[in-house]
Nanobody
Framework: VQLQASGGGLVQAGGSLRLSCAAS????????VGWFRQAPGKEREFVSAIGRNGVPTRYADSVKGRFASSRSNMKNTVYLQMNSAKPDDTAVYFCAAARGAILSTNWARETLYDYWGQGTQVTVSS
């Protein structure tokens, strides 16, 4: 599976962006897909994850209520809608897919994901 993250860019604080994670090579309709981010000088951290059929979804506390994950299995694509962006959201955003089942309580553990995209830069200006 190859994952291609896109949609990043420069946005003002309070603005919105929608990131996409398009898969090729095989379907990811049966995969949990997670979003992670890495800010300069910091470790990569969990942002969100979405289950096989779009439910459930999980979010880091820092983005809860502002970000929303969704998916189109027909398009083999997962989305991350970022609203009310903050400068602290500035990071490279990565999508990742798991080959097997993962308990939703473990979705924040990046070692459980098998396939990773290359990342897309999001910069939020104040």
């Amino acid at each position: 599976v190859q994952l291609q993250a896109s949609g990043g860019g420069l946005v003002q604080a309070g603005g919105s962006l929608r990131l996409s994670c398009a898969a090729s090579g095989r379907t990811i309709s049966d995969s949990v897909v997670g979003w992670f981010r890495q800010a300069p000088g910091k470790e990569r951290e969990f942002v969100s994850a979405i289950g096989r059929n779009g439910v459930p979804t999980r979010y880091a506390d820092s983005v809860k209520g502002r970000f929303a994950s969704s998916r189109s299995n027909m398009k083999n694509t997962v989305y991350l809608q970022m609203n009310s962006a903050k400068p602290d959201d500035t990071a490279v955003y990565f999508c990742a897919a798991a080959r097997g089942a993962i308990l939703s309580t473990n979705w924040a553990r990046e070692t459980l994901y098998d396939y990773w995209g290359q990342g897309t830069q999001v910069t939020v200006s104040s």
